[in-house]
């Protein structure tokens, strides 16, 4: 019987490097013999991984030449493709956080609105969502050019209008002297599958198996472990200073009157916590990184 592969597509360019540590993290060494190759080793024999740009990345996992991909919901969105959804993965130490589209024209312009770019021009690489968002908003006679980059310089320059450009907190666009004036769509990153490949029974199991462990290594990413000692007589004190997923785990010591209290914390609640609890009567307190939180 032929071994059973899963097709998976990685992004190549800005998502690379933290997709990469957030598969590793997961349990998946994902690593390129060298740095022109385009076909990444995976240390699971039933995962064939390729680099493709998170652009092109929906189309070719619609068609079926990948079974699955990782791309962002704005490509989804502007090649308007047909896939399965498998999980959103968003987190912003991983640079994986929310981005969005937006409008952005220069801060001494006459245009305020949308509705002020009727008969104008505007670049972007977000070409067919950019046109949807203004169909959407009855603007017409407007020239939407796709942009194969330095696209604040453009408006700058006199070239166009305005631009549709990725931003996260604006800053750069600030920095070129551009104003936002509306945002054309979000975008987190997603684990997308091919329909048919979905439907297969082992495929559908392996890629939710890729998927509960990287959601599980992104959730444990800003969290920390914490163990600690404590007299029996301190423990509410204790307790009551824990902010845990559920509760923490408290169990008896060999040592009478005693007991081992365990939690999981949001990591930059340990700089304050910490010495809270060692004033409440813990002891022997341990802070522990975390690979993995299964929710």
Not at 59 to 75: H, P, S
Request: with cysteine; aromatic share 6%.
């Amino acid at each position: 019987m032929k071994d059973k592969i899963l097709k998976l597509g990685l992004p190549k360019g800005s998502l690379q490097e933290s997709t990469f540590k957030m598969f590793r993290k997961a349990g998946f060494n994902v690593f390129l013999p060298s740095e022109r190759s385009y076909f990444p080793s995976v240390n699971d024999p039933q995962i064939q991984a390729v680099l493709l740009r998170a652009q092109e990345m929906s189309r070719y996992v619609e068609d079926g030449a990948l079974d699955c991909g990782i791309t962002g919901n704005d490509w989804i969105l502007e090649n308007n493709s047909d896939v399965v959804r498998v999980t959103d993965l968003m987190y912003a130490k991983q640079g994986l956080n929310k981005v969005r589209w937006v409008l952005a024209v220069p801060q001494n312009s006459n245009i305020k609105s949308v509705k002020d770019l009727k008969g104008r021009r505007v670049a972007t690489e977000l070409v067919n969502a950019t046109k949807e968002y203004f169909r959407k908003n009855k603007v017409s006679d407007i020239e939407v050019e796709f942009s194969w980059g330095a696209t604040e310089v453009k408006v700058n320059a006199g070239l166009v209008d305005a631009v549709v450009e990725l931003t996260e907190t604006g800053s750069s666009l600030r920095a070129n002297k551009l104003e936002i004036i509306a945002t054309i769509c979000e975008s987190t990153t997603q684990f997308i599958a091919n329909k048919a490949a979905y439907k297969d029974t082992w495929k559908k199991n392996k890629m939710e198996q890729i998927a509960m462990l990287l959601k599980g290594a992104i959730a444990a990413e800003d969290k920390v472990g914490l163990k600690m000692n404590a007299r029996k007589n301190d423990v509410k004190k204790v307790i009551s200073l824990l902010p845990a997923l559920k509760r923490p785990t408290v169990s008896d010591l060999s040592e009478s009157g005693w007991v081992a209290i365990e939690t999981i914390i949001d990591e930059h609640l340990v700089r304050t916590l910490i010495p809270a609890l060692r004033k409440a009567g813990a002891e022997g307190i341990i802070e522990y990184p975390l690979n993995k939180v299964i929710y």
